[in-house]
């Protein structure tokens, strides 16, 4: 069908705006990207074990943060093929980000029906916010990929089949290792989705049990993580000044806590092209969506 085609042409577009000239924007190549290669090198030069010693390790060190685990082992690969490299690091990052996009196409599509759903793809694409960190290798490229597909596999389970029921769950778990405040988002997705749809989960009681085990497997890199490690949740809200472990009332707390999540859903945020977040997140002279 001629949809097929311009949604595998819309896919090429999205690929070419961000592999042409890779190395040379965003201008920085921030110590935050390079240290998913830098610890994948580590990594292989250990025989596969972290500082720490574990085989296979959890999460690797970003400074004094332990914080960074899918997106180091995405890394391994295009080092072994390519070396040290500005624009393999980068493309790695890219092409994790299509499934972003693949995700986007397929739920406009599959689950909204909208007509002209091949072109969900092009207004990713150009979005100055995803436009701008799709071409980077921070982590939150990857858990944003993840947590697409996530909802794509999710819907595939809740409108097409109860046997999709194991993908939705693999891409929560690779969200959830992909970024450590994307944990507490795929935590509160869950919880919110279980209770929305109790009903026909409890109809699905005969997947229960293969379910359970795949979310055991998920769960034990991060159980081992906290059984062999000092370093804690609260210990990186401490780090980060975070204002849920500052001296101050629990009204406080919930009326910043508020205050912040109202800016994150509004018109201004979104759309004002004087942004007041970090120069490097953002392009000069455009919202975060146009």
């Given amino acids: 069908p001629v949809e097929i085609f311009l949604f595998g042409g819309a896919l090429l577009v999205y690929l070419a705006v961000r592999l042409i000239r890779l190395p040379d924007y965003p201008i920085y190549f921030f110590t935050d990207e390079a240290v998913q290669t830098m610890s994948a090198v580590d990594l292989l030069k250990n025989y596969l074990r972290g500082s720490d010693g574990h085989l296979l390790p959890t ?66 694409s150009m979005m100055p916010a995803w436009f701008l960190h799709s071409r980077t290798a921070f982590e939150t490229v990857v858990f944003t990929a993840m947590y697409a597909a996530f909802l794509y596999a999710y819907l595939l389970y809740r409108c097409t089949s109860p046997r999709y029921i194991y993908l939705p769950l693999l891409f929560a778990g690779l969200a959830f290792y992909s970024y450590n405040p994307g944990q507490l988002i795929i935590g509160s997705t869950g919880v919110l989705l279980l209770l929305i749809d109790l009903p026909y989960h409890w109809q699905q009681r005969p997947y229960w049990k293969r379910a359970l085990l795949i979310l055991i497997a998920l769960a034990l890199p991060y159980l081992r993580f906290r059984l062999s490690s000092d370093f804690t949740p609260g210990d990186h809200l401490r780090l980060l000044d975070s204002y849920w472990v500052q001296d101050i009332t629990l009204p406080e707390k919930l009326a910043h806590f508020w205050a912040e999540y109202s800016r994150g859903l509004s018109i201004n945020y979104w759309f004002n092209p004087e942004q007041q977040d970090m120069a490097r997140h953002t392009m000069k002279g455009y919202g975060n969506i146009q």
């Fill in 59 to 124: 999460y690797f060190q970003n400074g004094v943060y332990y914080n960074l685990s899918l997106s180091v082992y995405l890394q391994v690969l295009p080092f072994l093929l390519f070396g040290k490299s500005v624009f393999a690091t980068r493309a790695t990052s890219v092409l994790v980000s299509l499934l972003a996009a693949l995700s986007v196409g397929l739920i406009l599509r599959q689950h909204l029906k909208v007509r002209y759903w091949w072109a969900g793809v092009l207004l990713l």
